[in-house]
């Protein structure tokens, strides 16, 4: 009997090792398989991000060197503070060192204002509820300002506008942003004599279209034209002060408004942009 119990104590014995190890085993060919799986899906992230990577490097390290390009300004402003310090000038030359200080500021504070709307878009920190804005009134205040801004060169502005309310949900001071944007560079690449065409439509999707007869754009800038930074003709548009950012500015801001921005563009002959609204009105923030 003694011995018969000792029998069964060893057989339980046995029986519970066995089947720690089992369950050990198990566990440990989970684990392997999870492993396995996490190992296989590892590699292809790694995988994908290599081949995405000298695009990122290439798009960040090209950030970088045409952000710091564009601050070359501020040298120059620390420059010119220093000569006027050190060394005895006229009431004249210190006022003309003034208004280039002056000027060098004004540009670089709106070069920091463009960087600033493109990071919290791209941050999505800054959210703006929608509202009923009317498209024919903000586009007709847009084209009173870019008559002003035609004056000198003797273009004629001319628009098609409504006279009824063109309704669509978004943020009236983005939209304004994005139409005087386009008008601004209607005007800006328009040759003294040349004309600007502003016209919104009563129709699916709202179309504004902004049509100049200036310089156009080649095709190899065509793919670029929405980029930051990106100037087709980098010195004519240093000289008329733009950055590069006006029209990555209008890209952002028509897709927090599920809009579209396309343009069409023949060089030496004009450009169209068109902004056509996809999604219906809605009460959802902008981010």
Excluded at 4 to 30: C, H, K, P, Q
Aim: charged share 25%; with cysteine; glycine share 6%.
């Amino acid at each position: 009997m003694k011995a018969f119990s000792i029998r069964m104590r060893l057989t339980l014995w046995y029986s519970s090792i066995l089947g720690i190890t089992f369950a050990l085993l198990g566990v440990g060919l989970f684990y392997e398989i999870r492993k396995g799986l996490y190992h296989e899906l590892d590699k292809e992230l790694l995988s994908r991000f290599e081949k995405l990577e000298p695009f990122l490097n290439m798009s960040m390290t090209q950030f970088i060197a045409d952000a710091s390009h564009e601050l070359t300004p501020v040298t120059l402003i620390r420059t010119a503070a220093e000569l006027s310090l050190r060394n005895p000038q006229t009431e004249l030359e210190y006022r003309e060192t003034l208004m280039s200080i002056f000027e060098e500021a004004e540009r670089t504070s709106l070069l920091i204002e463009g960087l600033m709307i493109l990071a919290r878009g791209d941050s999505g920190s800054e959210a703006i509820l929608r509202d009923q804005v009317d498209l024919s009134s903000t586009v007709a205040g847009v084209v009173r300002q870019g008559k002003t801004l035609a004056q000198l060169k003797q273009i004629d502005v001319r628009s098609e506008i409504p006279e009824v309310p063109v309704q669509v949900s978004g943020n009236a001071e983005r939209l304004n942003r994005l139409f005087l944007i386009l008008m601004d560079n209607a005007v800006k690449y328009t040759p003294p004599g040349g004309s600007v065409h502003v016209r919104v439509d009563v129709k699916e999707g709202c179309p504004v279209v902004v049509r100049d007869s200036g310089v156009g754009i080649s095709s190899d800038d065509m793919p670029h034209i929405f980029e930051r930074f990106y100037r087709a003709d980098k010195a004519r548009s240093r000289e008329q002060g733009g950055f590069g950012l006006g029209l990555a500015i209008a890209k952002w801001i028509a897709e927090t408004h599920h809009a579209e921005i396309c343009v069409e563009s023949i060089p030496a002959r004009g450009s169209i942009f068109t902004v056509v609204f996809r999604q219906a009105a809605s009460q959802e923030p902008l981010t």
